[in-house]
C-alpha cells in the first residue's frame, strides 16, 4: 500500500481533452481586431554579401502596409550573445535566414507581395563544419564579435569563429593517457537538425496607445523573451506583456527568443498593429533555429581490466550562423562531458563554432545527448579493446555517490543508482542471451547498449514560483510560470498539490495559460526542471495556504491552528474529526450568523531557488553548476538486412532512476517520446547540405521524423532514489531519454556489420558504404 | 498557402470539362485537369507551379469508375489510390498503389493523378504497363481508347486539352503469378529508391516494368528478354539489363546510383527466385 494517495497514480492529463477535440486555442488561433500578417523573404544563400534589395514592386503591392529589412532596424539581438540581426543586415549567414519582411492586411497578400521583393546576393566563401571554421584562414563569420554583449559564462573567441570555449581540467588527463594500459581513440560526428515540433512558431505583437507591448507567442520561455525584449529595445520591462498559451511541441526550440524580437519590430512599422508572423514549416525548419551539429575527438585511457583513468575530449560543435543557445548547449556539454563515468582525469575542450549551417538552439538533452554519442560509441570500442562485455565495463565505471563529477563537484547522497539501472536494463533487452545472432543467411540481430545522465543546465540563481488561489467552492487554482509544451508537467504539479491538501487532482484547477503580468516568475520551461522547482514552490504555496486555513479556522472552532489539519475538502481536528469546517467556509474568511466576517481569502504563497550552484570557472571547469543529475541505462535490439543494409529497431529499452515517478502514465510518455524522437536522430534526421551550404531536404518530403509503424516495442522502467531536495523525492525525467538511444543504435549496428559506425543518422546506404570501406581497407 | 489566386471548376461531365479547358485556353488562361491535387497543391504553394485556373474531374461520372465490365476491370481516373486498394481488383495494382505515400494522403491520392503528375516516380503505371491495359482519354476531339504502348513512353502521352479518364484491364490478368519490390532510403513512407513489378504471363514469361532507378517509369522487351534468358547467370543479367536501360540510374539524394545498383540486382534475383523462373 504505497504513502501517498495522489503520487504515483496515472491521471489524464489536464490539457488532453481539448488538445484531441481541437478546442485547445494556440497562438496562431487568436484574431485581434485590425490584425496584420506579415510573411518573409528568406535567403537563398548561405553566405553571402546583400548587394541590394528591392522592395519597391512589393510596397505597391495590393493591401501591403509596409515592407521592411535589416537596415530599417540595425540592431542585433542574441539570447546569450547579441549577435542576431532579427533581418540579416549587409549579409546572410544561413540558408533560409530572413532578409526582408512584409506586413499586409492578410497573409495572402503578404505572401504575395514576398514573392515580389528582389534580392542580389554576392557570394561569400562557406564554413561548411567546425573543422572548417577553425581553420586559419576560414573566413570571419562574425568580424565584429568583440563589440557584440554577452553573458559572462559565455567565453567568446573574437578573431575566429569560437562563439565559446568551455575547458574542463580535472586531474592530469594527458600524462594518465600515457600511463594507461589500454587507449582508444575516434572521432564522431553528427550533422544538425530540426526539432519538428508539431506546431510551427508564431507571434502576435502590439503596441498599445500607452506604449505597452503585448505579445502573443509561441514560447517555452515568456519571461526570458520578457526580459530580453527589455533589454534589447530598451523598453521598460514592466510595460511588456507575454501572453504564451500551451504550444504544440517545444523540445527546446522555443526555449530563448525567438520570433518576438523581430515582432516587436514589424508591429512597430505598422504603428503599433498588431501583427501575426506564423512560420510555415520550412521557415520553421530553415529560417528559426534547429539541433545542433557536432564533431568529436574522443580518447580514453583505461587499466587492463577496463577501468577508466583519463578521458581527453574535443567537442566541436556546429552552432550554425549565430550563437543564441548553442553557446550554452557546448558548455553544457563541457559540464558533463564524460558521461555517467567516474573518470578521475579529464580534459575537455568544447568549442562552440560558428558556421554557415541554421543556427542551432536548445534541444531535447541539451548538450547531453550530444555527448553521450561519441562517449557511449567510445565506451563499447573501449570494451571491444579490453575485451570486456560492453554491459561489464559501463557496470564497471558506472558514477556512483562518493565520485566527483568532471566539474569536481561530489556526486552526493542524492545520486541515482545507475548500477540497478544498468541491471534492469540488461535484463529487459535480454542481453544474457545474446547481443549478436545470426538469425538466417541475410540477416542479424544485435543489440546495443547506451548509458545517460543529464543535469538541467541553468543560470544558478534559478527559480519558480507557485500562486494558489481558492473558488468559492473550495477548489483550488494553481498559478505558475511553467508553460504547458505537452510534457505534462502541469497535471503533475496538480498531484503534487492534491497530495499535500488530501484532496483529489480533479479539485486543482490550473492556469493552462501563462502570462506574464500575473504569473509568478519563472526562468523556462526547459531542463526538465519544472516539476522539481516549480513543485517545490507548489508545494510551499499549499503549506502556505493550509496554515491561513487553520488560522482562519482555528477561531471559530476555538483550538489551536496546530491541532488542525486539512484533507478531504475539510479543515478538522486531527485526532477528533468530526470537529470541523468544509473548505469552502474558510478560503474566502469564516463568515458568523450575524454577518460577521473574519481572516478574508487564502492566497497560498510558494517559491524555489536553487541552493549551492555556482558558476564553473573558466580554466578548469571547477564549480558545481548541477542541481540534480538523472542517471540512467537504454538498450535497443535491431534487425538488419545484410543484402540491403535496411533495418529495423524491433525493441526499446530504458531505465532511469528519477527518484519518484509522479505519474506513471505521464512518464512513460515522456521516456517513449524521448527515445522516438532519439530514434529519428539515429535513423534518418539531418540536414543534408549541397557545396554552397543550401539545405537540399528542408523539407517534410525530404526530412524523415520517425512515423507511427515505426516505432519498435518499448519497455520502460524506473529505479527510485529518492531526490532529498526534490518535491517527494522526484527528480527531472523529461528529456533524458532521447540520451544514450542515439549511442546505443549505432553500437547495435556497429556489432551486426562488424564495422565502426561513428557517424549518424545512419541509413542504409552510408552503412553499405562503411562496410565496403572498411573491407577495402583490410585488404590493402 | 498558394500565395497566388486561381479560379477553380468542377464541371459535371467530360464534355464540359473539355470545353472549359478550350474556353480558358482561348481566353489565354493557363489551366490544369485537377484530380486529389496533392502535387498541384503542394508545387503551388511553394512557387513552383502557377496556373489561372483549375479544372476539377472528381464529379466526372466515368472517372469515378470502379467495377468489371465484360471481361475488363475499369478504374476511373479519378479513384483515389486506397479505393483500389481497398477493392483490390487486382492485385498487383494495389501492391503498386498501397506504399505511395502514407494512408490519410493515399484518401487523396488518384490513380490519374500519379500516374499524369510530374513528378518522375508514378509507381501506379508499373502494373498497367505489364498487362496491356487500356487507357481511355478524352479531349477536344472525343475520346479515344489507346494500349498501353502507345498510351506511355517516359510520360502519358495527352495531346494538349486531354485528360484520362480510365484505365481498363483485362480480367484474366489478375489470376497471374506477380511480384513486387519497392525499395527505400530509409523510411517506408518516401518516394522509392527502386520499385519494380513483375508478372508471370500464359507464356511463363516474366515481365517487369521498372520505376524510379531511372528518372522515369518504362518496360522494355530487350530487358525482359535478358531476364527470361534462362542460359545466363544473374549477375549477367543484370549487368546486360542495366546496358539496355534507356538512361543512366539516377543518382540523387535519395541516393547513389552505386547503391541502387546493387538495389537493382537483388531486386531482380528476389524477382526471379519468387516467380520461378526456372519453372
Redesign the interface.
Same mark, same amino acid.
Given at each position: 500500500m504505497s504513502e501517498f494517495k495522489q503520487i504515483g497514480r496515472s491521471f489524464s492529463r489536464t490539457d488532453g481533452l481539448d488538445k484531441v477535440h481541437g478546442k485547445q486555442e494556440y497562438v496562431n488561433d487568436y484574431q485581434p481586431t485590425g490584425l496584420l500578417h506579415a510573411a518573409l523573404k528568406i535567403s537563398t544563400h548561405a553566405h553571402a554579401k546583400i548587394k541590394s534589395i528591392d522592395t519597391a514592386e512589393a510596397e505597391a503591392a495590393s493591401g501591403v502596409q509596409a515592407v521592411i529589412t535589416g537596415d530599417d532596424f540595425p540592431v542585433t539581438l542574441g539570447l546569450y550573445m547579441g549577435d542576431h540581426p532579427p533581418l540579416a543586415l549587409h549579409k546572410v549567414r544561413h540558408y533560409g535566414e530572413p532578409v526582408a519582411a512584409v506586413i499586409a492586411n492578410t497573409?495572402?497578400q503578404a505572401? #504575395?507581395a514576398?514573392?515580389l521583393i528582389k534580392v542580389k546576393y554576392e557570394d561569400l566563401e562557406v564554413i561548411s563544419s567546425p573543422t572548417d571554421g577553425l581553420k586559419a584562414n576560414a573566413p570571419l563569420l562574425h568580424e565584429n564579435m568583440d563589440e557584440y554583449t554577452h553573458i559572462d559564462a559565455v567565453h567568446p573567441e573574437p578573431g575566429s569563429n569560437v562563439a565559446n570555449h568551455t575547458k574542463i581540467r580535472k586531474g592530469e588527463a594527458a600524462q594518465a593517457i600515457a600511463d594507461a594500459e589500454i587507449v582508444i581513440e575516434d572521432t564522431f560526428s553528427f550533422p544538425p537538425c530540426d526539432h519538428v515540433a508539431m506546431e510551427t512558431r508564431a507571434v502576435i505583437s502590439e503596441i498599445k496607445a500607452n506604449g505597452n507591448v503585448v505579445i502573443h507567442s509561441t514560447t517555452q520561455a515568456p519571461f526570458t523573451v520578457k526580459e530580453l525584449l527589455s533589454f534589447n529595445f530598451d523598453i521598460p520591462v514592466g510595460k511588456i506583456k507575454i501572453i504564451a498559451p500551451p504550444i504544440g511541441g517545444g523540445f527546446g526550440g522555443k526555449a530563448g527568443i525567438q520570433l518576438e524580437g523581430l515582432g516587436y519590430l514589424l508591429t512597430k512599422a505598422a504603428d503599433g498593429r498588431p501583427v501575426k508572423l506564423v512560420n510555415?514549416r520550412?521557415e520553421d525548419m530553415l529560417s528559426s533555429p534547429g539541433h545542433i551539429g557536432m564533431e568529436a575527438k574522443v580518447r580514453l585511457g583505461a587499466t587492463a581490466d577496463g577501468k577508466l583513468i583519463a578521458a581527453e575530449l574535443d567537442y566541436h560543435f556546429d552552432a550554425g550562423a549565430y550563437a543564441d543557445y548553442a553557446v550554452n548547449v557546448s558548455n553544457a556539454a563541457a559540464i558533463s562531458c564524460t558521461g555517467p563515468y567516474d573518470i578521475p582525469n579529464v580534459r575537455c575542450d568544447s568549442l562552440c563554432v560558428y558556421t554557415n549551417h541554421p543556427f542551432a538552439t536548445a534541444f531535447r538533452g541539451f548538450g547531453h545527448v550530444e555527448l553521450a554519442f561519441p562517449i557511449e560509441r567510445s565506451m563499447d570500442l573501449l570494451a571491444e579493446k579490453a575485451g570486456i562485455d560492453p554491459v561489464e565495463i559501463r557496470m564497471k565505471n558506472a558514477i556512483k555517490e562518493g565520485d566527483t563529477s568532471p566539474t569536481q563537484s561530489l556526486m552526493d547522497a542524492n545520486t541515482g543508482d545507475l548500477r540497478e539501472c544498468i541491471k534492469r536494463a540488461a535484463k529487459m533487452i535480454n542481453w544474457d542471451q545474446g547481443s549478436f545472432i545470426k538469425k538466417d543467411e541475410n540477416k542479424v540481430i544485435a543489440k546495443g547498449f547506451g548509458l545517460l545522465w543529464k543535469s538541467p543546465a541553468m543560470p544558478p540563481n534559478t527559480g519558480a514560483g507557485a500562486i494558489i488561489t481558492f473558488n468559492k467552492d473550495g477548489s483550488l487554482n494553481l498559478h505558475t510560470g511553467i508553460m504547458e509544451i505537452g510534457q505534462g508537467s502541469k497535471t503533475g504539479l496538480a498531484q503534487i498539490v492534491a497530495e499535500r491538501f488530501g484532496t483529489s487532482p480533479e479539485n486543482i484547477h490550473l492556469v493552462q495559460e501563462v502570462n506574464t503580468e500575473t504569473a509568478p516568475h519563472d526562468w523556462s520551461t526547459a531542463a526538465s526542471r519544472s516539476l522539481m522547482m516549480a513543485g517545490r514552490a507548489a508545494l510551499e504555496a499549499a503549506d502556505d495556504a493550509i496554515d491561513q486555513i487553520c488560522r482562519t479556522a482555528a477561531i471559530p472552532l476555538r483550538c489551536p491552528p496546530e491541532d488542525l489539519i486539512v484533507e478531504g475538502g475539510r479543515v478538522f481536528l486531527e485526532d477528533e474529526p468530526s470537529i470541523g469546517l468544509p473548505l469552502d467556509d474558510v478560503v474566502h474568511g469564516y463568515v458568523y450568523e450575524n454577518g460577521n466576517a473574519i481572516e478574508g481569502q487564502v492566497i497560498g504563497r510558494g517559491n524555489y531557488i536553487a541552493r549551492r550552484l555556482s558558476g564553473i570557472d573558466p580554466e578548469t571547469g571547477k564549480g558545481r553548476p548541477s542541481l540534480e543529475y538523472t542517471l540512467g541505462a537504454q538498450a535497443v535490439e535491431i534487425e538488419l538486412d545484410l #543484402?540491403?543494409y535496411?533495418y529495423q529497431i524491433k525493441k526499446a529499452v530504458s531505465c532511469m532512476d528519477v527518484g519518484k515517478v509522479i505519474n506513471p502514465n505521464l512518464a512513460r510518455g515522456q521516456v517513449v517520446g524521448a527515445i522516438s524522437m532519439g530514434i529519428g536522430l539515429a535513423?534518418?534526421e539531418g540536414f543534408?547540405f549541397n557545396s554552397r551550404e543550401q539545405v537540399? #531536404?528542408g523539407?517534410l518530403?525530404?526530412y524523415?521524423v520517425l512515423?507511427y509503424?515505426?516505432e519498435p516495442e518499448y519497455e520502460i522502467d524506473f529505479v527510485e532514489t529518492p531526490q532529498g531536495d526534490g518535491p517527494f523525492g522526484l527528480r527531472g525525467l523529461g528529456e533524458q531519454g532521447i540520451i544514450g538511444i542515439p549511442g546505443a543504435i549505432a553500437n547495435a549496428l556497429s556489432r551486426a556489420t562488424g564495422v565502426k559506425l561513428n557517424y549518424i543518422?545512419l541509413?542504409?546506404?552510408d552503412i553499405?558504404?562503411s562496410v565496403k570501406e572498411a573491407s577495402h581497407n583490410d585488404s590493402i | 498557402m498558394i500565395p497566388f489566386n486561381f479560379k477553380y471548376y468542377r464541371p459535371a461531365n467530360i464534355e464540359e470539362a473539355v470545353e472549359l479547358y478550350q474556353q480558358l485556353k482561348a481566353d489565354g488562361e493557363k489551366s490544369i485537369y485537377y484530380a486529389g491535387g496533392t502535387e498541384i497543391v503542394t508545387n503551388a504553394r511553394d512557387g513552383q507551379k502557377k496556373y489561372d485556373a483549375l479544372i476539377d474531374l472528381k464529379d466526372i461520372n466515368e472517372c469515378l469508375e470502379h467495377g468489371e465490365k465484360n471481361d475488363e476491370y475499369v478504374f476511373g481516373a479519378c479513384l483515389t489510390l486506397n479505393e483500389i486498394v481497398e477493392k483490390d481488383y487486382f492485385p498487383l495494382f494495389s501492391l503498386a498503389c498501397r506504399p505511395v505515400a502514407d494512408h490519410t494522403t493515399r484518401n487523396q491520392l488518384t490513380m490519374g493523378g500519379n500516374i499524369c503528375g510530374k513528378l518522375p516516380y508514378r509507381e501506379v503505371i508499373l502494373p498497367l504497363m505489364l498487362v496491356e491495359a487500356n487507357f481511355v482519354f478524352a479531349g477536344p476531339e472525343g475520346m479515344r481508347t489507346v494500349a498501353a504502348a502507345e498510351a506511355y513512353d517516359k510520360r502519358m502521352l495527352l495531346n494538349e486539352g486531354e485528360f484520362l479518364v480510365q484505365v481498363k484491364v483485362p480480367k484474366k490478368f489478375a489470376e497471374l503469378d506477380y511480384h513486387d519490390v519497392r525499395k527505400v532510403k530509409q523510411s517506408e513512407v518516401d518516394y522509392p529508391l527502386l520499385h519494380l513489378a513483375a508478372l508471370k504471363d500464359e507464356a511463363d514469361q516474366i515481365r517487369i516494368a521498372f520505376s524510379s532507378i531511372c528518372a522515369f517509369p518504362f518496360r522494355l522487351e530487350d530487358i525482359e528478354a535478358i531476364f527470361n534468358d534462362s542460359q545466363l547467370e544473374m549477375e549477367e543479367k543484370v549487368e546486360q539489363i542495366v546496358a539496355k536501360f534507356p538512361i543512366p540510374i539516377k543518382d540523387d539524394k535519395r541516393g547513389s546510383a552505386d547503391y541502387r545498383r546493387l538495389l537493382l540486382g537483388q531486386s531482380l534475383a528476389e524477382i526471379w527466385h519468387k516467380l520461378g523462373g526456372d519453372a
Amino acid at each position: 500500500m504505497s504513502e501517498f494517495k495522489q503520487i504515483g497514480r496515472s491521471f489524464s492529463r489536464t490539457d488532453g481533452l481539448d488538445k484531441v477535440h481541437g478546442k485547445q486555442e494556440y497562438v496562431n488561433d487568436y484574431q485581434p481586431t485590425g490584425l496584420l500578417h506579415a510573411a518573409l523573404k528568406i535567403s537563398t544563400h548561405a553566405h553571402a554579401k546583400i548587394k541590394s534589395i528591392d522592395t519597391a514592386e512589393a510596397e505597391a503591392a495590393s493591401g501591403v502596409q509596409a515592407v521592411i529589412t535589416g537596415d530599417d532596424f540595425p540592431v542585433t539581438l542574441g539570447l546569450y550573445m547579441g549577435d542576431h540581426p532579427p533581418l540579416a543586415l549587409h549579409k546572410v549567414r544561413h540558408y533560409g535566414e530572413p532578409v526582408a519582411a512584409v506586413i499586409a492586411n492578410t497573409e495572402h497578400q503578404a505572401k #504575395n507581395a514576398v514573392e515580389l521583393i528582389k534580392v542580389k546576393y554576392e557570394d561569400l566563401e562557406v564554413i561548411s563544419s567546425p573543422t572548417d571554421g577553425l581553420k586559419a584562414n576560414a573566413p570571419l563569420l562574425h568580424e565584429n564579435m568583440d563589440e557584440y554583449t554577452h553573458i559572462d559564462a559565455v567565453h567568446p573567441e573574437p578573431g575566429s569563429n569560437v562563439a565559446n570555449h568551455t575547458k574542463i581540467r580535472k586531474g592530469e588527463a594527458a600524462q594518465a593517457i600515457a600511463d594507461a594500459e589500454i587507449v582508444i581513440e575516434d572521432t564522431f560526428s553528427f550533422p544538425p537538425c530540426d526539432h519538428v515540433a508539431m506546431e510551427t512558431r508564431a507571434v502576435i505583437s502590439e503596441i498599445k496607445a500607452n506604449g505597452n507591448v503585448v505579445i502573443h507567442s509561441t514560447t517555452q520561455a515568456p519571461f526570458t523573451v520578457k526580459e530580453l525584449l527589455s533589454f534589447n529595445f530598451d523598453i521598460p520591462v514592466g510595460k511588456i506583456k507575454i501572453i504564451a498559451p500551451p504550444i504544440g511541441g517545444g523540445f527546446g526550440g522555443k526555449a530563448g527568443i525567438q520570433l518576438e524580437g523581430l515582432g516587436y519590430l514589424l508591429t512597430k512599422a505598422a504603428d503599433g498593429r498588431p501583427v501575426k508572423l506564423v512560420n510555415d514549416r520550412e521557415e520553421d525548419m530553415l529560417s528559426s533555429p534547429g539541433h545542433i551539429g557536432m564533431e568529436a575527438k574522443v580518447r580514453l585511457g583505461a587499466t587492463a581490466d577496463g577501468k577508466l583513468i583519463a578521458a581527453e575530449l574535443d567537442y566541436h560543435f556546429d552552432a550554425g550562423a549565430y550563437a543564441d543557445y548553442a553557446v550554452n548547449v557546448s558548455n553544457a556539454a563541457a559540464i558533463s562531458c564524460t558521461g555517467p563515468y567516474d573518470i578521475p582525469n579529464v580534459r575537455c575542450d568544447s568549442l562552440c563554432v560558428y558556421t554557415n549551417h541554421p543556427f542551432a538552439t536548445a534541444f531535447r538533452g541539451f548538450g547531453h545527448v550530444e555527448l553521450a554519442f561519441p562517449i557511449e560509441r567510445s565506451m563499447d570500442l573501449l570494451a571491444e579493446k579490453a575485451g570486456i562485455d560492453p554491459v561489464e565495463i559501463r557496470m564497471k565505471n558506472a558514477i556512483k555517490e562518493g565520485d566527483t563529477s568532471p566539474t569536481q563537484s561530489l556526486m552526493d547522497a542524492n545520486t541515482g543508482d545507475l548500477r540497478e539501472c544498468i541491471k534492469r536494463a540488461a535484463k529487459m533487452i535480454n542481453w544474457d542471451q545474446g547481443s549478436f545472432i545470426k538469425k538466417d543467411e541475410n540477416k542479424v540481430i544485435a543489440k546495443g547498449f547506451g548509458l545517460l545522465w543529464k543535469s538541467p543546465a541553468m543560470p544558478p540563481n534559478t527559480g519558480a514560483g507557485a500562486i494558489i488561489t481558492f473558488n468559492k467552492d473550495g477548489s483550488l487554482n494553481l498559478h505558475t510560470g511553467i508553460m504547458e509544451i505537452g510534457q505534462g508537467s502541469k497535471t503533475g504539479l496538480a498531484q503534487i498539490v492534491a497530495e499535500r491538501f488530501g484532496t483529489s487532482p480533479e479539485n486543482i484547477h490550473l492556469v493552462q495559460e501563462v502570462n506574464t503580468e500575473t504569473a509568478p516568475h519563472d526562468w523556462s520551461t526547459a531542463a526538465s526542471r519544472s516539476l522539481m522547482m516549480a513543485g517545490r514552490a507548489a508545494l510551499e504555496a499549499a503549506d502556505d495556504a493550509i496554515d491561513q486555513i487553520c488560522r482562519t479556522a482555528a477561531i471559530p472552532l476555538r483550538c489551536p491552528p496546530e491541532d488542525l489539519i486539512v484533507e478531504g475538502g475539510r479543515v478538522f481536528l486531527e485526532d477528533e474529526p468530526s470537529i470541523g469546517l468544509p473548505l469552502d467556509d474558510v478560503v474566502h474568511g469564516y463568515v458568523y450568523e450575524n454577518g460577521n466576517a473574519i481572516e478574508g481569502q487564502v492566497i497560498g504563497r510558494g517559491n524555489y531557488i536553487a541552493r549551492r550552484l555556482s558558476g564553473i570557472d573558466p580554466e578548469t571547469g571547477k564549480g558545481r553548476p548541477s542541481l540534480e543529475y538523472t542517471l540512467g541505462a537504454q538498450a535497443v535490439e535491431i534487425e538488419l538486412d545484410l #543484402n540491403d543494409y535496411s533495418y529495423q529497431i524491433k525493441k526499446a529499452v530504458s531505465c532511469m532512476d528519477v527518484g519518484k515517478v509522479i505519474n506513471p502514465n505521464l512518464a512513460r510518455g515522456q521516456v517513449v517520446g524521448a527515445i522516438s524522437m532519439g530514434i529519428g536522430l539515429a535513423r534518418s534526421e539531418g540536414f543534408v547540405f549541397n557545396s554552397r551550404e543550401q539545405v537540399v #531536404n528542408g523539407v517534410l518530403r525530404d526530412y524523415k521524423v520517425l512515423r507511427y509503424g515505426e516505432e519498435p516495442e518499448y519497455e520502460i522502467d524506473f529505479v527510485e532514489t529518492p531526490q532529498g531536495d526534490g518535491p517527494f523525492g522526484l527528480r527531472g525525467l523529461g528529456e533524458q531519454g532521447i540520451i544514450g538511444i542515439p549511442g546505443a543504435i549505432a553500437n547495435a549496428l556497429s556489432r551486426a556489420t562488424g564495422v565502426k559506425l561513428n557517424y549518424i543518422p545512419l541509413l542504409p546506404e552510408d552503412i553499405w558504404q562503411s562496410v565496403k570501406e572498411a573491407s577495402h581497407n583490410d585488404s590493402i | 498557402m498558394i500565395p497566388f489566386n486561381f479560379k477553380y471548376y468542377r464541371p459535371a461531365n467530360i464534355e464540359e470539362a473539355v470545353e472549359l479547358y478550350q474556353q480558358l485556353k482561348a481566353d489565354g488562361e493557363k489551366s490544369i485537369y485537377y484530380a486529389g491535387g496533392t502535387e498541384i497543391v503542394t508545387n503551388a504553394r511553394d512557387g513552383q507551379k502557377k496556373y489561372d485556373a483549375l479544372i476539377d474531374l472528381k464529379d466526372i461520372n466515368e472517372c469515378l469508375e470502379h467495377g468489371e465490365k465484360n471481361d475488363e476491370y475499369v478504374f476511373g481516373a479519378c479513384l483515389t489510390l486506397n479505393e483500389i486498394v481497398e477493392k483490390d481488383y487486382f492485385p498487383l495494382f494495389s501492391l503498386a498503389c498501397r506504399p505511395v505515400a502514407d494512408h490519410t494522403t493515399r484518401n487523396q491520392l488518384t490513380m490519374g493523378g500519379n500516374i499524369c503528375g510530374k513528378l518522375p516516380y508514378r509507381e501506379v503505371i508499373l502494373p498497367l504497363m505489364l498487362v496491356e491495359a487500356n487507357f481511355v482519354f478524352a479531349g477536344p476531339e472525343g475520346m479515344r481508347t489507346v494500349a498501353a504502348a502507345e498510351a506511355y513512353d517516359k510520360r502519358m502521352l495527352l495531346n494538349e486539352g486531354e485528360f484520362l479518364v480510365q484505365v481498363k484491364v483485362p480480367k484474366k490478368f489478375a489470376e497471374l503469378d506477380y511480384h513486387d519490390v519497392r525499395k527505400v532510403k530509409q523510411s517506408e513512407v518516401d518516394y522509392p529508391l527502386l520499385h519494380l513489378a513483375a508478372l508471370k504471363d500464359e507464356a511463363d514469361q516474366i515481365r517487369i516494368a521498372f520505376s524510379s532507378i531511372c528518372a522515369f517509369p518504362f518496360r522494355l522487351e530487350d530487358i525482359e528478354a535478358i531476364f527470361n534468358d534462362s542460359q545466363l547467370e544473374m549477375e549477367e543479367k543484370v549487368e546486360q539489363i542495366v546496358a539496355k536501360f534507356p538512361i543512366p540510374i539516377k543518382d540523387d539524394k535519395r541516393g547513389s546510383a552505386d547503391y541502387r545498383r546493387l538495389l537493382l540486382g537483388q531486386s531482380l534475383a528476389e524477382i526471379w527466385h519468387k516467380l520461378g523462373g526456372d519453372a
